[in-house]
């Protein structure tokens, strides 16, 4: 079956423009993730939903981003005010079964803030 | 705060090696652990998920131990292979409450023909 996708594959914005990246996870699958990955660091947590609640936020770096998910589908995860340092891939992944379950992830959205 | 590590950074081996890459954490707390690859550009593929009660888990050549109390894990990789060069991560997961996973920096390998 489709395993997770994001859009856009890649962004380029102007620092201080605000963009939306999304992530429709697994058919199916109730729990969703987002994480990032600057160049040349490990994985970084952002957020976790189970359906459309959000019962951990704790990686989010800043106010300038939010996030939301509807029912147990598609989320959209919004940075506003780019800053450089926000530049990085963004993968979203997504689990079956809740915080227990085998992560599968999808093929991130490299953003590049100029 | 949870720390995971993995060593060695890099790796090359010829092709038909066995090798074994090591994961550590720093707290035994975990909910369970998962290893991953990732190829240049593209996100991660899933390999292995071991539950905090379980003590291995197997997927074809790849073979994934775990000893909660000493705070390792390790993935053995049988017979290596060309295809099998990717970046291999370890993330171990803290709570029943949040799937958040933890990160390792990642194992480099080069399986050279």
Redesign the interface.
């Known amino acids: 079956g489709a395993g ?1 996708s994001q859009s856009p594959s890649n962004k380029v914005t102007e620092k201080g423009k605000d963009v939306e990246l999304r992530c429709d996870p697994i058919s199916g699958h109730t ?1 969703l ?1 987002w ?1 990032r990955q600057r160049l040349g ?3 970084e ?1 952002l957020i ?1 939903f189970q359906g459309n609640s959000a ?2 936020k ?2 989010l770096p800043s106010d300038r981003f939010s996030a939301e998910r509807t029912g147990e589908s598609v989320s959209t995860l919004t940075i506003q005010r780019t800053q450089q340092e926000d530049s990085a891939v963004y ?1 979203c ?1 997504s ?1 079956l079964v ?11 959205t490299r953003l590049t803030v100029t | 705060k949870q720390e995971v590590t993995q060593i060695p950074a890099a790796l090359s081996v010829p092709e038909g090696e066995n090798l074994v890459l090591n994961c550590s954490f720093t707290d035994s707390a975990i ?2 652990l ?1 290893w ?1 690859r990732q190829d240049p550009g ?5 390999l292995l ?1 071991i ?1 905090s009660s379980q003590r291995e888990q197997t997927s074809g050549r790849l073979n994934a131990s775990l000893d909660k109390s000493s705070g390792r894990s390790t993935l053995y990789i049988a017979a290596s292979q060309p295809g099998d060069s990717a970046t291999y ?1 370890c ?1 171990v ?1 803290r ?12 194992t480099t390998l080069q399986v050279k023909p």
């Open positions: 997770v729990a993730y994480y660091q490990g994985l947590f976790y019962p951990d704790s990686g993968l992944a689990s809740g915080a227990s379950g085998e992560q599968y992830f999808g093929p991130g | 909910y369970n998962q991953f593209k996100g991660l593929t899933s998920l539950q991560l993330a997961s709570s029943s409450n949040t799937g958040k996973l933890i990160f390792g920096q990642g």
